[in-house]
Protein backbone atom coordinates (compact mmCIF):
# COMPACT_ATOMS: atom_id res chain seq x y z
CA UNK A 1 0.00 0.00 0.00
CA UNK A 2 2.71 2.49 1.10
CA UNK A 3 4.37 2.43 -2.99
CA UNK A 4 1.21 2.84 -4.35
CA UNK A 5 -2.00 3.89 -2.31
CA UNK A 6 -0.09 6.10 0.20
CA UNK A 7 2.31 8.01 -2.55
CA UNK A 8 -1.09 9.61 -3.56
CA UNK A 9 -1.51 13.25 -2.53
CA UNK A 10 -5.34 12.91 -2.86
CA UNK A 11 -4.89 9.55 -0.56
CA UNK A 12 -2.15 11.55 1.71
CA UNK A 13 -4.46 14.84 2.28
CA UNK A 14 -7.49 13.25 3.19
CA UNK A 15 -5.73 11.36 5.84
CA UNK A 16 -4.13 13.86 6.90
CA UNK A 17 -6.97 16.48 7.01
CA UNK A 18 -9.10 14.09 8.71
CA UNK A 19 -8.39 10.85 10.06
CA UNK A 20 -5.23 9.85 13.09
CA UNK A 21 -3.24 7.79 11.73
CA UNK A 22 -1.39 4.86 12.69
CA UNK A 23 0.58 1.66 11.77
CA UNK A 24 0.78 -2.03 13.89
CA UNK A 25 2.35 -5.05 12.39
CA UNK A 26 0.13 -7.58 13.06
CA UNK A 27 2.82 -9.77 15.54
CA UNK A 28 2.88 -6.55 17.72
CA UNK A 29 -1.09 -6.59 17.94
CA UNK A 30 -1.29 -10.21 18.87
CA UNK A 31 0.93 -9.85 21.51
CA UNK A 32 -1.06 -7.10 22.84
CA UNK A 33 -3.98 -8.61 22.33
CA UNK A 34 -2.36 -11.74 24.27
CA UNK A 35 -1.60 -8.97 27.21
CA UNK A 36 -5.00 -8.22 27.53
CA UNK A 37 -5.32 -5.43 25.66
CA UNK A 38 -9.02 -4.99 24.30
CA UNK A 39 -8.68 -2.86 21.60
CA UNK A 40 -5.88 -4.98 20.04
CA UNK A 41 -8.01 -8.13 20.43
CA UNK A 42 -10.71 -6.29 18.87
CA UNK A 43 -8.33 -5.37 15.82
CA UNK A 44 -6.48 -8.72 15.77
CA UNK A 45 -10.12 -10.34 15.42
CA UNK A 46 -10.84 -8.26 12.44
CA UNK A 47 -7.23 -8.53 10.55
CA UNK A 48 -7.07 -10.76 7.17
CA UNK A 49 -3.54 -11.05 5.73
CA UNK A 50 -1.58 -9.45 4.56
CA UNK A 51 -2.33 -5.60 5.10
CA UNK A 52 -5.52 -4.46 6.34
CA UNK A 53 -6.28 -0.67 6.36
CA UNK A 54 -8.76 -0.08 9.28
CA UNK A 55 -11.21 2.79 10.21
CA UNK A 56 -12.20 2.86 13.88
CA UNK A 57 -14.77 5.03 15.82
CA UNK A 58 -13.96 6.95 18.41
CA UNK A 59 -14.88 4.03 20.61
CA UNK A 60 -12.95 1.73 18.67
CA UNK A 61 -15.27 0.24 16.48
CA UNK A 62 -14.44 -0.88 13.22
CA UNK A 63 -16.69 0.60 10.80
CA UNK A 64 -14.46 0.13 7.29
CA UNK A 65 -11.75 -1.82 6.09
CA UNK A 66 -9.49 -2.16 3.14
CA UNK A 67 -7.70 -5.47 2.27
CA UNK A 68 -4.59 -5.34 0.18
CA UNK A 69 -5.19 -8.23 -1.66
CA UNK A 70 -9.33 -8.57 -1.26
CA UNK A 71 -10.16 -4.84 -2.34
CA UNK A 72 -7.21 -3.66 -4.57
CA UNK A 73 -7.85 -5.55 -8.40
CA UNK A 74 -4.38 -5.32 -9.24
CA UNK A 75 -0.55 -5.44 -8.10
CA UNK A 76 1.57 -1.68 -7.73
CA UNK A 77 4.75 -2.53 -10.05
CA UNK A 78 6.78 -1.42 -6.82
CA UNK A 79 5.01 -4.12 -4.84
CA UNK A 80 5.37 -8.21 -4.82
CA UNK A 81 2.99 -11.03 -3.94
CA UNK A 82 3.76 -14.45 -2.68
CA UNK A 83 3.80 -16.76 -5.43
CA UNK A 84 0.28 -18.45 -4.45
CA UNK A 85 -0.98 -14.37 -4.63
CA UNK A 86 0.39 -13.33 -7.68
CA UNK A 87 -1.67 -11.23 -9.54
CA UNK A 88 -1.02 -8.67 -12.80
CA UNK A 89 0.79 -5.45 -12.25
CA UNK A 90 -0.81 -2.15 -12.93
CA UNK A 91 1.22 0.84 -14.46
CA UNK A 92 -0.09 3.45 -12.36
CA UNK A 93 -2.20 3.45 -8.37
CA UNK A 94 -5.47 4.99 -9.77
CA UNK A 95 -7.06 2.00 -8.91
CA UNK A 96 -6.00 1.76 -5.80
CA UNK A 97 -6.80 5.55 -5.17
CA UNK A 98 -9.94 5.49 -6.70
CA UNK A 99 -11.04 2.29 -3.87
CA UNK A 100 -9.77 4.24 -1.05
CA UNK A 101 -11.50 7.66 -1.73
CA UNK A 102 -14.74 6.15 -3.07
CA UNK A 103 -14.77 4.05 0.24
CA UNK A 104 -13.75 6.95 2.40
CA UNK A 105 -16.73 8.64 0.78
CA UNK A 106 -19.00 6.01 1.25
CA UNK A 107 -18.68 5.64 5.03
CA UNK A 108 -17.14 9.50 5.94
CA UNK A 109 -18.88 11.43 3.28
CA UNK A 110 -17.06 14.11 0.48
CA UNK A 111 -14.41 16.18 1.31
Known amino acids: MRAGLLSDPRVINRLNEEF ?3 SMIIDDLEKRAA ?6 KRLAAEWVYPVEMMFLTPDGKVVAKLNSYQDFPTVHPDVSSPP ?3 RPAVNSADSHSERFLDLIERHFGKK
Open 20 to 22: ICT
Open 35 to 40: GGDALA
Open 84 to 86: SKQ
